[in-house]
C-alpha cells in the first residue's frame, strides 16, 4: 500500500521555526511533484507550497514566501517544509501530497495524501 507519511509537527511560539518531512513508503516518488497543504479548523485545504520532481522549480502562497521553504532529497526519497517566524495563523494539520499536478495549487491534481502532522504555533 502506498503511503505518504508526514513527520515534524508540533507545538511552538510565534517566532519559532519547524521542519516537516514527507517520506514516502511502498514506492519511490522521485518523478513526482510535491506540495505541502494545510488545514485549518473550520477552512478550507489550501496550498502552502510544492516543489518539481527534481528540485528545480518551486511555488509557494504568498502567505508563506519568504518564510517557508521546500525542499527535496531523491536519494533519501524524502521533502521537507522548512517553516520559520511562524505565526498563529500558521496553525493547521499540513499534509504532503504527490502527483503530476497542472496546476500546483488545486488539491485535485494529486494523486497521494498523507494523514496529515498538527502545527500549533502559540501567541
Not at 502506498?2 to 515534524?8: K, N, P, R, T
Not at 505541502?36 to 509557494?60: C, D, L, M, S
Not at 504527490?98 to 495524501?113: H, I, K, M
Amino acid at each position: 500500500q502506498v503511503q505518504l507519511v508526514e513527520s515534524g509537527g508540533g507545538l511552538v511560539q510565534a517566532g519559532e521555526s519547524l521542519r516537516l518531512s514527507c517520506a514516502p513508503s511502498g514506492r519511490t516518488f522521485n518523478t513526482y511533484a510535491m506540495g505541502w497543504f494545510r488545514q485549518a479548523p473550520g477552512k478550507q485545504r489550501e496550498f502552502v507550497a510544492a516543489i518539481g520532481w527534481n528540485g528545480g522549480n518551486t511555488y509557494y502562497a504568498d502567505s508563506v514566501k519568504g518564510r517557508f521553504t521546500i525542499s527535496r532529497d531523491n536519494a533519501k526519497n524524502t521533502v521537507y517544509l522548512q517553516m520559520k517566524s511562524l505565526k498563529p495563523e500558521d496553525t493547521a494539520v499540513y499534509y504532503c501530497a504527490a502527483g503530476f499536478p497542472s496546476r500546483v495549487e488545486r488539491t485535485n491534481d494529486y494523486n497521494y495524501w498523507g494523514q496529515g502532522t498538527q502545527v500549533t504555533v502559540s501567541s
